[in-house]
């Protein structure tokens, strides 16, 4: 069973446009949230990060926001550019007993940006 | 300058034979982990370690074995056992488990 799904395989978005990348959860306890950007055999890199605390996180053109009652976040480019062009991911973690719980990825999207 | 290497980047073998992948991280992080990836599936986490002497199963670890000898290096090595081991392979490293960085990734291919 999926505890976080990226229901849209890919996305392709015209540069200069926004592009929104959405991940769901399920699971109630998750209360911090990640995206990494991928490209082709290479490792992913850590993007931008919310805690539930939060409802909002801005870094540069990156921001993310984060809908607790619909266990839904999604991730913002603004604008777009061709080198966004890759895979991303999501990921999620519970705090149990005093401790950071693992990373549950979702299945991750491909953006396409054309010039 | 501060990373995580894996070697080799492509390795092939012969099924049947165990192979070794190597990470090492010089980030001094007390956290490691091995992930898998196929294609168009997410990562799935292999084992993962958060001290030295120690580590533990994660969701896929069947087939699979790791050791962490050292805070920087943490091999895993793919058996005979694995039943599908072409896959693409990624070792992280974190202080928490928030933030993980990850390495450039080793492509297996077993025929």
């Known amino acids: 069973d999926q505890q976080v799904k990226q229901n849209s395989p890919s996305l392709s978005v015209q540069e200069g446009r926004i592009s929104i990348l959405n991940c769901d959860y399920t699971n109630s306890m998750f209360d911090y949230f990640l995206w990494y950007k991928k490209y082709p055999a290479e490792g992913p890199t850590f993007l931008i990060s919310?805690?539930?605390?939060?409802d909002k996180n801005e870094d540069g053109r990156f921001t993310v926001f984060l809908n607790k009652s619909a266990k839904h976040l999604s991730l913002h480019i603004v604008p777009s550019q061709p080198g966004d062009s890759a895979v991303y991911f999501c990921a999620a973690s519970a705090h149990y007993g005093g401790s950071q719980g693992n990373l549950i990825f979702g299945k991750g999207t491909k953006l396409s940006v054309k010039p | 300058d501060g990373g995580i290497t894996q070697s080799p980047k492509y390795l092939f073998r012969k099924e049947g034979q165990n192979v070794t992948l190597s990470c090492e991280q010089n980030l001094n992080h007390d956290a490691m982990y091995w992930y898998r990836q196929d294609p168009g599936q997410g990562l799935r986490l292999i084992y993962y370690s958060q001290i030295v002497n120690d580590f533990q199963k994660g969701d896929i670890a069947e087939g699979y074995s790791v050791s962490r000898e050292k805070k920087e290096s943490f091999p895993l090595t793919v058996t005979s056992a694995q039943k599908n081991p072409t896959a693409f392979y990624l070792c992280?490293?974190?202080?928490?488990?928030?933030?993980?960085?990850f390495g450039p990734g080793t492509r297996l291919t077993v025929t």
């Open positions: 919310i805690s539930s605390i939060k």
């Open positions: 992280a490293s974190s202080n928490r488990f928030y933030e993980q960085y």
